[in-house]
């Protein structure tokens, strides 16, 4: 089928000013998209204790379930068991997604040589853990805990926090959970 010449040029040039108008629309509004929200889910971490060449505690296992935290732990400790923690796990830290303890726990952070120390345990979260923890509770002997947000600040806060303020608010990256 052939489309006569006279009818090619004006359709041809209305894609031309409608790609124009697309290409001169204002490119703000892509700039301040949201990131996307995490799933809902919970997760858990196995650490060790002494520090590795990175600084950091070496993690012995480390996973998520859309279940429970007990199954989290399950999974990241490789091993099945009821929801009862095992006596050769402590648990550390608890991070909440709300302020206030609210929103559940969506990461745990347990010891493979019991509580904390005045060296403590050196924690680092998932990516989309870290955009949303808002609150913190420590235990066994875990009070305090040095952050690093997202936006490469770092600051020390005593445990339980109810809120963490802002740079920290939705931004802990890492954390260094101790007793002091």
């Given amino acids: 089928m052939r489309v006569p010449r006279r009818l090619v040029a004006p359709a041809v040039a209305g ?5 124009g108008a697309v290409a001169a629309a204002p490119a703000g509004s892509a700039q301040h998209r949201p990131l996307p929200v995490p799933d809902a889910r919970y997760c858990a971490a196995v650490v060790g204790h002494a520090p590795g060449a990175d600084g950091f505690s070496p993690v012995l ?17 490789g091993r099945t068991r009821a929801a009862e923690q095992p006596a050769d796990r402590t648990l550390l830290l608890e991070e909440f997604k709300d ?23 050196h924690l680092v979260n998932y990516f989309d853990v ?4 808002s ?12 952050l690093w947000s997202t936006l490469d600040v770092e600051k020390t806060v005593d445990l339980p926090a109810s809120a963490l303020g802002a740079n920290f608010n939705d931004a802990v990256r890492e954390l260094q959970v101790f007793h002091r």
Wanted: charged share 15%.
């Fill in 15 to 19: 894609c031309l000013a409608l790609a």
């Fill in 61 to 77: 296992g480390r996973a998520c379930s859309p279940d429970s935290l007990a199954d989290a732990l399950a999974r990241a400790d």
């Fill in 99 to 121: 302020v206030d303890y609210g929103g559940g726990v969506i990461y745990a952070f347990y010891g493979d040589a019991g509580g904390c120390d005045a060296t403590g345990y």
């Fill in 130 to 133: 870290a955009l949303s923890v």
């Fill in 135 to 146: 609150s913190m509770k420590g235990y066994n002997n875990c009070n305090a805990a040095h």
